[in-house]
């Protein structure tokens, strides 16, 4: 089904976007709905047309999940906007189990800016499994976060298994991972 939607504004794409990040975030720990990602939802494809149709290339959105995992691991996401603001919400086994905002300094969206760059050069897979053949060999019991990033009126998904090693692009991608939450000191919502 394809919509068409015209003239669609910037706070139209801007509304959109929210819309579907507050899905992920609005979740309770009991119902789970918000784990789902934007690709997962029945919309995307409507979605993604949408935002295909506008230059959008000035805007971006990260979110970073970190996921449940067979032992005792946070969960949590935080999301980054091209303003500059940084949406923590916390989900379980983390000592903040709520939303808090803040807004990163221009000196750390300009590394952002850089790092998002720089995993350009990549070509990513959509899952790194135990089982993806892209791994060149697996540790099992590692963590699990998805990342969604949305730029230039695109929206890519990976969804990473930590112990999945040797991917090109892997140390990058869990290295970009570590520093959006040493940057936005995510340690002090989530030690317990």
């Avoid at 119902?31 to 789902?36: I, L």
């Avoid at 997962?40 to 995992?69: G, K, N, P, W």
């Avoid at 019991?141 to 990342?147: A, D, E, V, Y």
């Amino acid at each position: 089904m394809k919509i068409l939607l015209k003239p669609l504004t910037l706070l139209t794409i801007t509304l959109l976007t929210s819309i579907i990040f507050n899905a992920c975030f609005m979740s309770s720990e009991d119902d789970k709905v918000g784990e789902a990602s934007p690709q997962d939802s029945s919309d995307s494809t409507a979605y993604i047309e949408i935002i295909d149709t506008v230059d959008s290339s000035e805007h971006f959105s990260v979110l970073l999940e970190r996921l449940e995992c067979t032992t005792y691991c946070p969960e949590y996401s935080i999301r980054v906007d091209h303003k500059g603001e940084v949406i923590y919400n916390g989900k379980t086994n983390v000592l903040i189990k709520d939303f808090r905002i803040n807004q990163m300094s221009t000196v750390l969206l300009d590394t952002l800016i850089t790092k998002l760059a720089a995993l350009e050069q990549f070509e990513y897979e959509e899952v790194y499994n135990k089982s993806s053949e892209s791994c060149e060999s697996v540790e099992f019991f590692s963590t699990n976060s998805r990342i969604t990033f949305i730029r230039a009126g695109k929206i890519q998904v990976i969804d990473h298994f930590h112990g999945c090693l040797g991917f090109p692009g892997q140390v990058e991608l869990t290295e970009f991972e570590n520093w959006i939450d040493t940057s936005f000191d995510t340690m002090q919502y989530i030690e317990e």
